[in-house]
C-alpha cells in the first residue's frame, strides 16, 4: 500500500471525526425545552395541514432521468477527452459521431418541449400540432 | 520521516485550514455585503467584528439540538454530516502548492466529481427526513437542480482535460506554465463558474432554500449545529469552487516572485470575493429558468467547447 | 490493500443484504448506496481506479439518487412499508435465493479451478488506459452505447409525458 493511501485515510478519518464531533458537540451542549407548539412540523405560524408525504408531478422524473442519461453519455466522453492525443484522429472521428447522436437527443428534447419549463410549456400547448394527441 | 512528518502537517493543515476558512468566509461574506449595500456589518465582537465567527460558534453550539418527532432520526441526524464529510473530502485531490497536497490522484477530477454528486445526498436527504412541505419541496428542487449542473460542470471541464492529458489536478496545474486555461478555455470557464454557484445552490441559485417562498427549503426544520453544518458546508464549498477555478483556470500556485502557497491563497480570495459579489448584485431565478439555462445553453456550450478544443488540440499536435 | 480490500467487499455484502431487508424504501436504497461505495473501495484495490470513480459517479452519484428522488416524489407512505414486508415472507425469497446460491456456487467454482479468473491485475490501469481502449477497438460498442441512450432519451420523455396528462 503507498503511504498516498495512507494519508488520504488519516485525512478521511479526520474528516469523518469533525463530522461526528460537530453532532455529538451540539448535542451535549445544546439546551432542551417543551412548549405546547414544539413538536409540530413548521408551516409558517399555523396549524400543520395534511401530511408531508405529498405526490409531486412527473416532470420533475424526467430531469432526473435526463440527467441519468447525460451523466452516462459524459462519462464516454470524460475517457476519450484524457486519451485525445493517443488516440489522434481516429478516436476523434468516433467521439465526433457519440457527441452528434448526443445533440440528436437534445435537439429532439428540445423541439418536443421535454427542456421547456413552467410558463414556456403551456404556451407550446396552446398554438400546439400536438392538438390531437392530447386527449 | 521527514517526509512522513511532512505530509501529517499537510494533512492537519488541510483540515484546520479549510475549516477555519469556511469561519472567516462568514466575516469576510457579511463585511462585504455591508460594504456594498453601504452599511456596517457586525463590528462589535473585537476589531472589525473579526470575533463575530467565535461567537457565532459558540451561540449556534448551544442552541437546542432538536430533532423533530415526526422526522426520520438516523436520515435527519445524517444529512448534514453527509455535506461537510464530502466537501472537505474534495480538499484531499485539491494541490495548494507543489507537494502540499493530501493525495495526488491519477482520477482526481473524477474523484470531485463523485464527491460533489453524494453531496447531492444531503440536500435531498434533508429534505425527505423532515417531513415537512417546505423541506420536501426544497429538497426535490435542490435534487433537480444539483444533479443537472453536475453534468454541465463535467462536460465543461473536459477541454481542460484533452489539453492537459489527464484527470490529475497536479498535473492540469503544471500543464498551464505556458498560458492558463483561463485563456484558452474561457467558454469552459464560465460555464464551470456557473454549474458550480448552482451546485453550492448559492445565490442567484439559492431556489432549494428561497426564503422568500419555502421559509428555508430543505433545512426549515434543522436547529442548532446541524443547521450549521449546512451552513459551514455552504462556505466550504464556495472556498472549493474557487480553490478548483484557480486549479483548473488561473495556474493553481504558478506565478512569479511569491511563494506558490501565496499565490493559490491569493488567487482563490479573489474568485472568493468575485462569488460574493455576484451575491451582492444578483437577482434570484426562477425554477424554469435555472432548467433553461442549464439545458440550453450551458450544455450546447461546453459540448462545442469540447468538440472545438479536440480539434485544436489534434491539430497543434 | 488486502485488508482494506476484504474490510470493503464485507462492508458491501452486508450493505446488501441490509438494503433487501429494510422496508423503508429510503433507507433501502441508503443501503444500496453504500454498497456501491463499497464497491468502488473493491475496485479501486484490484487496480481500477478509474472504474471505482465511475462506480462512484454513475451508480451512487447518478441512478441511486435517480431512485431516492422517485421514492420522495411518490411518497407512497405506510402503506409501502405493510406491502414490503409482506414481500419478506418466506415463501416470496426462498426459491431466488436457492437459484442465487447455486449460481454464486458456480462462480466459486469458476475462482477456484481457473486461476486467470482469480487475483488482480500486476499493476494498476489508468483512466488514459481506458479512454483508448473504448474509443480504439471497442469504438463501436460505444456508437452502439450512444444509440441505446438515444433511445433511453426518447423512452422515458414519452413515458415521463403520458403521466403528466
Redesign the interface.
Known sequence: MT???W??L???A???S???G??V???V?????RERA??E????GIATTGS???R?SAR?YL??M??VI??LE?VF??SW?????EL??AG?AA??VF?GV??AA?VY??RMGA???????RKNRSDAPSEETRK | MR??VF??L???C??GGT?SMAGALIWLERRLLALWQDRYGPNRVGPFGLFQPVADAIK???????I???A?R??F?AA??VI??TV??SF?VVPFAPGVW??????GL??L???S??G??SL??A??A???????IG??RA??QT??Y??FM??SL??V??LA???SLRAIVEAQQGVWFCVTQFPALVVFLIAGLAETHRLPFDMPEAESEL?AGFH??YS???F??FF?GEYLAITLLSALATVLFFGGWLGPVLPPLVWFVLKTGALICGIILLRASLPRL???QL??LG??IL??VA?LN??VT??I??LG? | MTVIFYLSAIIAVAATFLAITRT?A??AL?YL?VSLLAV?MVLFTLGA??A???E??IY???IV??F??VV??LNQGTATIRRERAYLTPSMWIVPGLLTLVLFAELVCVVAWVPEAAGAPAEAI???AVGMALFGPYAIAVEMASLLLLAGLIGAFHLGRRDEE
Open positions: 503511504p498516498e493511501a494519508y488520504i488519516l485525512y478521511s479526520g474528516v469523518l469533525v463530522a461526528v460537530m453532532v458537540v451540539s448535542f451542549l445544546g439546551q432542551r425545552h414544539t413538536d412540523p413548521y408551516e409558517s408531508a408525504r405529498l409531486f420533475f430531469v432526473a435526463l440527467f447525460f451523466d459524459a466522453i470524460f477527452a484524457v486519451a485525445l492525443r489522434g484522429w476523434y467521439a465526433l457527441i448526443l445533440v437534445l428534447e428540445w427542456l421547456d419549463w413552467g410558463v414556456a410549456k | 517526509e512522513i505530509h501529517l499537510v494533512v492537519v488541510v483540515l475549516l449556534i453550539f448551544t442552541k437546542e439540538d432538536w423533530p418527532p415526526f426520520d438516523a436520515v441526524v448534514p454530516a461537510v464529510v472537505l473530502m484531499a493530501v493525495a495526488d490522484l491519477n482520477v473524477l474523484f466529481f463523485g464527491m454528486s453524494l447531492a445526498y435531498i436527504l429534505g425527505w423532515s417531513n415537512n412541505k417546505y423541506s420536501l429538497g426535490l435534487a433537480a444533479i443537472s453536475e453534468v463535467g462536460l473536459m477541454g482535460v484533452m492529458g489527464s484527470f421559509v426549515s426544520e442548532g449545529m446541524k450549521g453544518m459551514v426562477r425554477f424554469d432548467m433553461s439545458w440550453k450544455l450546447p459540448l469540447i468538440v479536440g480539434a488540440a489534434l499536435k | 423503508n429510503v433507507h441508503l448506496a468502488a481506479p478509474f471505482a470513480a465511475l462512484i459517479v451512487a452519484g447518478a439518487v435517480l431516492v428522488f420522495m416524489m489508468g483512466p488514459k
